[in-house]
């Protein structure tokens, strides 16, 4: 290594940082918004494509607390289904985080016999969900343009 690159190698580092802030970190939060979108809205779709199924889940599987089980099954689908298409688009997507963070931690609570498989995946799950919940939705979304547009 000759001196000349040492003295270029902190403004190198920089440029590289800078470059992860501006493309990097909006790809992966691009890609987290739509790896969780793909796993909660099959489940939506599924749940709503097999109504009565879904019906007899809520009634005898999964025990939701404090809500009847035709209003449970309603909301979570209703979530499943809305939730996610705000987190693709980056609209009101910490609402939607936040959101489809409730509906998971709702799932672990009121389906005891779940596999400690099934807990992991739902502890990534909400881990990504925290990650846009406090981070936000970045640059690659509809808040971050209305945002800019509006200021």
Not at 13 to 27: G, K
Not at 31 to 45: E, H, K, N, Q
Not at 102 to 119: E, H, K, T, W, Y
């Amino acid at each position: 290594m000759t001196p000349a690159f040492l003295l270029r190698l902190p403004a190198m580092l920089r440029r590289a940082i800078a470059l992860t802030e501006e493309w990097l970190t909006p790809c992966f939060d691009l890609g987290i918004r739509l790896y969780i979108a793909t796993v909660f809205l099959p489940s939506g779709w599924l749940k709503l494509t097999a109504w009565d199924s879904t019906l007899a889940l809520f009634e005898y599987e999964y025990h939701v607390p404090l809500l009847p089980t035709h209003l449970a099954a309603v909301l979570g689908t209703a979530g499943e289904l809305v939730l996610p298409v705000l987190l693709v688009l980056g609209l009101a997507a910490r609402l939607g985080a936040a959101g489809l963070s409730v509906i998971n931690v709702i799932a672990v609570v009121a389906f005891p016999d779940m596999s400690d498989l099934g807990r992991q995946d739902h502890w990534l799950w909400g881990t990504l969900l925290l990650v846009t919940l406090l981070h936000g939705p970045g640059r690659f979304s509809c808040d971050h343009w209305l945002k800019r547009r509006w200021s």
